[in-house]
DNA sequence: GCTGTGATCTATGTTTACTAGAACAAGTAG
DNA sequence: CTACTTGTTCTAGTAAACATAGATCACAGC
């Protein structure tokens, strides 16, 4: 699996990889204990800086997604199976939430369609079931 | 009505009054045809430069959500009673929804549990019926 | 004419994003 | 033990973004 890097969006390209992370992890791609590749190689490949690429993955440290050692690399720290999320997650997620949602609001989407929206792409990352196989990931 | 600006927030200034404005249309506070202060009367009641209304102000109108016209200010330009969205939009409000979405899946919450909360936001902006009373609404 | 409005131009300072190099420490393989 | 890979941290630089500031213009209403 390689993270599809948009070098020329607004979207900066920590966030880009970041966020390609976490839609592997809900999407099963990268369950938990899956490895991601070092942070130089991923720079290596992708052709930027590792700095930029230890700022993605610092960041997801931080959010508890990843663990980063010198013995394993990069390796998800979580995933859905892996328990209910912290009370800041929540709370911060909502108020994003809150405004992602109003925008759909203003633009003229009806309750009904934003919901069934919001349905249909957690149904892309796989059915609410049973926990993934715990077989080993890569993005490389 | 005011808008709560935190001046130490990471957000930046002008996406707050951009995301507060668009919650008060979401929300019916501010339909179409309300009236917003002048970007310079809210830099002044805010204690912010009036550069940093303009740009909010000037990314609401880019959107289609705001008409700035030297003869009424500042006007809701439409809200959820104004027909659907641009397709353009959709697509991008969707890139954004499925990131957003997969992060509380990632950090454990379940399909229903997501679908709930999206559900009590959406609720809380208002009922899905009938468009607001037209009585113009204001920031000021 | 005066006042208030949005719009536009130039300029400055601070913060963020991204890049770069160097170095250190920990761990692994030969 | 050596060489290599790994994450981590420090310093430094450039470009872009954010916020500020002042000035000016055109338009509208009184």
């Known amino acids: 699996m390689i993270i599809p890097l948009v070098l020329t969006s607004e979207i900066p390209i920590y966030q880009q990889i970041h966020d390609r992370v ?3 992890i809900a999407s099963g791609t990268l369950p938990v204990g899956a490895s991601l ?12 800086n590792f700095h930029t690429v230890n700022k993605a993955y610092d960041l997801l440290r ?3 997604l ?6 394993h690399g990069a390796v ?4 859905h199976t892996s328990g209910p999320p912290h ?3 929540v709370a911060d997620w909502d108020t994003r939430a809150r405004t992602l949602l109003a925008e759909a609001r ?6 009904g369609d934003i919901l069934d929206r919001c349905q ?17 990931g890569s993005l490389a």
């Open 22 to 24: 976490v839609e592997g």
């Open 37 to 48: 590749p070092s942070i130089r190689a991923l720079a290596a490949d992708s052709g930027i």
């Open 62 to 64: 931080q959010e508890g």
């Open 66 to 71: 990843l663990h980063l050692t010198r013995k």
């Open 76 to 79: 998800i720290a979580r995933d």
């Open 87 to 89: 009370q800041d997650f």
């Open 106 to 111: 203003a633009h003229g989407l009806s309750h």
């Open 120 to 136: 249909a792409l957690l149904t892309a990352f796989g059915v609410d079931g049973p926990p993934s196989a715990p077989a080993s």
